[in-house]
């Protein structure tokens, strides 16, 4: 299973941000989508990947506040990336490696989308699941044998 099979499923929606924005406003931004992530654009490049772990980080170091930051102070600005072509087994193992839950996928310098570990996790029980489901019809549908013959 590949990267593009969870693009197709989930869609092309990108939610993103430029990285002069404030950090309150890029908070905002993340509450009314219910999203756990931001790409950061500048000039239509993606420089940067804005996630609810780097808004705890500053908060924790600022005592509960977020003041008066940039999301250029607080994103990671070298995030690591996959294609539509990764292998989904690829994409796990980087994103564990990293302990990234979100991962944009890029096809050359664009950005496609992001994917986060759900969605990756999800793609995987459903095509275990899937997969299940044939063995069972399979083994459901096994041909009966022969008794005389092996008497």
């Not at 924790?60 to 070298?78: E, K, Q, Y």
């Not at 302990?99 to 996928?105: G, Q």
């Not at 969605?119 to 459903?126: E, H, I, L, S, T």
Request: contains cysteine; negative net charge.
């Amino acid at each position: 299973m590949k990267v593009s099979d969870i693009m197709r499923v989930k869609g092309g929606t990108l939610y993103t941000i430029n990285p002069e924005e404030s950090l309150s406003q890029a908070v905002q931004t993340m509450s009314q989508f219910d999203i756990g992530s931001l790409a950061v654009m500048e000039h239509g490049d993606l420089v940067g990947m804005l996630t609810f772990r780097e808004v705890i980080h500053l908060v924790a170091r600022n005592n509960g506040a977020l003041g008066n930051a940039t999301v250029r102070s607080v994103m990671d600005d070298a995030p690591v990336t996959c294609t539509l072509e990764t292998e989904l087994d690829e994409v796990r193992r980087m994103m564990l490696e990293r302990h990234a839950r979100y991962m944009p996928v890029m096809n050359r310098k664009m950005l496609m989308g992001v994917i986060s570990f759900y969605d990756v996790a999800k793609a995987v029980v459903d095509s275990q699941n899937f997969e299940n489901r044939m063995l069972k019809a399979y083994i459901r549908d096994w041909p009966a044998e022969d008794t005389a013959s092996q008497a």
